[in-house]
């Protein structure tokens, strides 16, 4: 009895000292022995999120559906101008001035996005006249298609298609005058957009 006795207070002073005499914050990571901290020596709440690791949480109930957002709209722009045609071709510029000159004088630039162009429509204060006609064609980065045509005594047409237009390309519109058509004061209009 006297020995156990003897060992139980060697032992209670041995814990005694150990907690007066170990300098403040000495125990770390090193010194804890693999498996020593165990769910019931972890204080309930303290533990964050990312102490655990990836798929250790369980995931939470799933929230309410959000509402339907409204839909996109397609970005357009409508382009027009007023433009004198004397006889013979013309280069007119995209941009709406009432301006023509050469290629290089009347191309503009299209946006940083692939577009289309539709809509084309043009009217002529003065038909090509008898045995004439003018053809209207876009032109993109120096291949030009035809939008619409007019002959004789026509003074309008507009075009039936849509016309690609890639990224950054450069634009303009060529009259094409067959057989020296009279001179005019020619209305267009065209629209140009993302889909």
Request: glycine fraction near 12%.
């Amino acid at each position: 009895m006297l020995v156990a006795l003897l060992a139980l207070v060697v032992s209670l002073a041995g814990v005694s000292y150990a907690a007066v005499t170990l300098p403040k914050n000495s125990v770390g990571a090193k010194q804890l022995q693999k498996n020593a901290v165990s769910s019931k020596k972890v204080k309930d709440g303290s533990l964050a999120a990312a102490d655990f690791g990836a798929g250790q949480l369980p995931a939470g109930v799933q929230g309410p559906k959000g509402d339907q957002g409204d839909p996109g709209t397609s970005a357009a722009a409508v382009l027009t101008s007023v433009v004198y045609l004397n006889t013979g071709n013309s280069n007119l510029p995209m941009s709406g001035q009432a301006t023509t000159g050469t290629f290089s004088a009347v191309e503009s630039l299209s946006p940083n996005v692939a577009t289309v162009a539709r809509n084309f429509a043009v009217q002529l204060d003065t038909a090509p006249g008898a045995g004439n006609g003018r053809q209207f064609r876009l032109r993109v980065n120096g291949v030009a298609t035809t939008l619409c045509s007019m002959s004789n005594s026509a003074t309008s047409c507009a075009a039936t298609g849509a016309i690609s237009i890639p990224a950054a390309a450069t634009l303009s519109i060529i009259c094409v005058d067959s057989g020296g058509s009279a001179p005019t004061v020619a209305r267009w209009g065209m629209t140009i957009g993302t889909s």
